[in-house]
């Protein structure tokens, strides 16, 4: 008799690739550590973390265009009439969707967004005759740093609650959806969808490419932005 077979379960769905989940892990840990150190007036830390989280930005920036499917700004940043459907529960795929809803695409647009703007900030802030300055300080007059030193500090709490409503989002879906976000963004993977095969492989050549761009910027930002010429 021929041996029996039971029932196999299908393959997790992978919905992240390994670059787009370093980085959002390495937001979660850079945001926090650049706060403390303000906190703390470690400012040479607080720099160079600055500069690393620039680079990460840039990155993310590149592979919103040249990523994977989900990592993609093309495939999750819908216009209002996608983001109401969703809202009123008519979002007609929302069986076979992965990635990040219309909701939660705007929502991570503005993320991506409002730390940029802190970053840029930070690069011009800073008092050249008491304590450590942004890279990009000599650039601009002493009246102007001094207005964007004030905004930066300002607009972290903007960045904040953003971090906030991002959290309660991910609580949300965790208790009253029974969608758990988190573990997906730790593995890559979700449970198997029907009709659903999942992001295809990592584009390395263009990885590799959009790492070397976006580090090449914050190094030469971190010197000062001299012309390449």
Do not use: C
Request: net charge neutral.
């Amino acid at each position: 008799m021929g041996a029996s077979h039971g029932p196999t379960s299908a393959p997790d769905v992978r919905v992240w690739d390994p670059l787009l989940r370093l980085t959002h892990w390495s937001f979660a840990l850079l945001v926090p550590a650049m706060w403390w150190t303000a906190e703390n007036s470690a400012w040479a830390w607080h720099r160079r973390l600055g500069l690393v989280l620039l680079g990460i930005l840039v990155f993310r920036v590149l592979w919103g265009f040249f990523g994977t499917e989900t990592a993609r700004f093309a495939s999750f940043v819908k216009g209002p009439g996608a983001v109401i459907a969703y809202l009123r529960g008519q979002t007609t795929d929302a069986a076979t969707r992965i990635g990040h809803s219309p909701l939660a695409g705007w929502s991570t647009l503005a993320l991506i967004g409002a730390m940029l703007l802190q970053v840029s900030m930070g690069l011009f802030a800073g008092d050249p005759y008491n304590g450590m300055t942004g890279p990009l300080n000599p650039l601009v007059g002493v009246m102007t740093a001094d207005t964007l030193t004030d905004w930066h500090e300002t607009f972290f709490w903007v960045v904040a609650g953003l971090i906030a409503l991002h959290l309660a989002a991910i609580v949300f879906y965790a208790t009253v959806k029974r969608n758990d976000l988190v573990s997906p963004m730790l593995s890559g993977d979700r449970p198997p969808m029907a009709g659903v095969t999942g992001i295809g492989p990592v584009p390395q050549v263009r990885g590799l490419l959009a790492i070397a761009l976006a580090a090449g910027f914050a190094l030469w930002v971190a010197a000062g932005a001299p012309p390449l010429g």
